[in-house]
């Protein structure tokens, strides 16, 4: 039986400024990662992944500079694998 999915996953690079920190500051990157699921999610509630992403930085503390979409990314995920990983999981905590 074929237990697998394929997932769609967009990367954007954030580089962003910790307002917390004492000047001057550095420029710091971080490359956060929505599958399709979550982004058709987001346009439903009328956002772009973009902006939900500076919302985010933005409630921690942090000042966005840019937010650069990188290149689409698919993958087949083995569906069993992943739920004894996660079953795993389970029995350490």
């Known amino acids: 039986m074929n237990c697998t999915k394929q997932i769609i ?3 954007y690079r954030v580089r962003y400024v ?3 920190a004492p000047k001057p500051r550095a420029t710091l990157e971080s490359v956060e990662i929505l599958d399709r ?3 058709d999610a987001l346009a ?3 956002m772009n992944p973009a902006d939900y992403i500076e ?3 933005t409630r921690g503390g942090f000042h ?3 937010v650069e979409k990188l290149p689409k ?3 087949r995920v083995d569906l069993i694998q992943l739920w004894e990983s996660a079953a795993q999981e389970v ?3």
């Open 9 to 11: 996953l967009t990367g």
């Open 18 to 20: 910790d307002l917390r």
């Open 37 to 39: 699921d979550y982004i």
């Open 44 to 46: 439903r509630l009328g």
């Open 55 to 57: 919302d985010r930085f």
């Open 64 to 66: 966005v500079l840019t």
């Open 73 to 75: 990314r698919r993958s």
């Open 91 to 93: 029995t350490l905590e």
